[in-house]
């Protein structure tokens, strides 16, 4: 089966990835069920995650200069030990805690999807985790990027339209040339008011099983696939 | 075999690409044979290259504003191609010759001495080629890079320290975490101010049979090598 004609253009696919590409919830709760088995790691996924927007909102107000999403993601970690339980946590075991973010693993379908994809398509982040963070993960889980691009290479975070723009310029390509994939709504947005084309990815279990998200259709993307591989499915490959 | 003990400390290889991995010479001149057998594809070849280092000058002292090397490849390539017979090209054969940048071959041990070493290293471009050249070029050609790294993401072009010290920093590695490999001394040299280690890779035909290149070996580098294999014996991968 071929893509449908109206996506005939398309020549590269940039993956959002945390929420995305990689289980971050469930991630998070089995690391610490192993380090620290007494804390909630439900709870604890969800508050670190919570503090993701609103340290990004940080940055594009102009209240701390460009901070990449590993010393985002250290500020709110040493925000949330304490309450937590875990304030006794020494330097060593905040890093390698934080580091978790590069330790996600992908979900079930992504590693086999992506690989389908690649064979049509050029295939690249864009996420606002930074390129580090990005290369250890994709390394350590087999996601076979041909590129690794993320807000650090732009300096703006999604969804600044300098991002999706980025995209499309380091292709050399129309923005229309160039789809977004996606399980956040807000991000799908930002990119089609750039003129790229949208893959809404189902990921009901995103914030795990007792937080069931939303993921029915909603219009104005161009698909809605229920996994990566629905979405190669859905392109021909 | 092990690595050598004091270059134990090393995680990311960051590799020049243009003439140390892929046989810039070689393929433009067989692209030429193919397209315009007319023209002396040797010299063509030597014509084009010799005019990258100016170009980037051009870059570097302000006389142009930060250009890629696409543009700077089209701006040679406007230049040589009247006294070589070929003032007639129109826009789409330009557009198409100068995309040879992004079509070059590997050296035959390219592809096999970096699969080698990924299983051990972290692999990453670090090259004035643009993103979208680097990775159309990889995905052609099949080279395994964890993520591309270049000039356009620190928006200096080698020997500014900012691109070397700017790998270090993508992985929050100390310098001398990072070493780099290449067929040219005036970029080793750059790196190793910069606290990099160091491997020269032999690549005595990067000018072609007719122009062999002096590869003895010179004092400085952590490593000299005829090919990526012989890097990767010397790394034990």
């Given at each position: 089966m071929a893509a449908p004609a109206d996506l005939a253009g398309v020549q590269v696919l940039a993956f959002d990835i945390f929420g995305t590409v990689v289980d971050w919830h469930g991630s998070i709760v089995r690391e610490l069920q192993e380090l620290y088995?007494?804390?909630d790691g439900d709870a604890f996924a969800r508050?670190?995650?919570a503090?993701?927007?609103?340290?990004?909102a940080r940055v594009r107000s102009g209240e701390l200069g460009w901070t990449r999403i590993d010393e985002l993601h250290r500020l709110i970690l040493d925000q949330i030990l304490p309450p937590f339980g875990l304030a006794h946590l020494d330097e060593a075991a905040r890093r390698h805690l934080n580091?978790?973010?590069?330790?996600?693993d992908p979900w079930p379908d992504s590693v086999a999807g992506l690989t389908r994809l690649k064979a049509r398509y050029t295939l690249c982040t864009l996420s606002n985790g930074n390129l580090g963070l990005l290369t250890n993960m994709a390394k350590r889980a087999g996601l076979p990027w041909d590129c690794v691009l993320s807000a650090e290479v732009f300096r703006a975070y999604k969804p600044d339209p300098a991002t999706y723009?980025?995209?499309?310029?380091?292709f050399d390509l129309a923005p229309a040339q160039v789809m977004?994939?996606?399980?956040h709504h807000d991000d799908l947005a930002g990119a089609r008011a750039c003129g790229l084309r949208t893959a809404y990815i189902e990921r009901p279990l995103?914030?795990?099983a007792g937080h069931p998200k939303e993921v029915a259709p909603?219009?104005?993307?161009?698909l809605h696939c229920a996994s990566l591989l629905a979405l190669a499915d859905r392109l021909g490959c």
């Open positions: 088995p007494e804390v508050a670190w995650r503090g993701y927007q609103p340290a990004m580091r978790v973010w590069h330790r996600l723009l980025g995209v499309a310029n380091v977004l994939v996606a399980a995103e914030f795990g909603r219009p104005g993307n161009d």
